[in-house]
């Protein structure tokens, strides 16, 4: 049973370091963060990660946008959004949620997430990956 789970492991460890390898690089990674300024998990972002993520060495690497709503009922309008944005709005559905980033590397959004916890759990390993 311990051989067992030791060749399950390394067989995980040489798929997912094979999948880090193979992957083409990626030549231009923008980062949009979606939010709105009555949203409260907006705010502790921007305070708190958003700060942190600003000073890092991982945000100088690549291009940010932020898109702000003065409301949450208006965050997919078009007066809140860059006309070169508005393309990858389309991916969004009516019922996402702000705090939300779009990983957009070289221009195909490659993940969407939102909450205050998918920030550490999810888009920031993202993009710490794709800028490897």
Known sequence: MVAGGALFIAAFVALTFANWTSAKPVKNLTLVYVGADNCAPCEIWQRNQGTAFRDSPEFHR???????????????????????????????????GVPL????????????????????????????????
């Open 101 to 132: 980033w779009l990983v957009i590397a070289d221009d195909q959004i490659v993940m969407q997430s939102s909450g205050l916890t998918q920030w550490q759990e999810v888009v920031l390993p993202k993009i710490k990956l794709l800028l490897r």
């Open 62 to 96: 690549l291009a940010y946008r932020e898109v702000k709503s003065p409301n949450l009922f208006d965050v997919l309008k078009d007066d809140n959004w860059p006309q070169e944005l508005r393309v990858y709005r389309q991916a969004i559905g009516e019922g996402a």
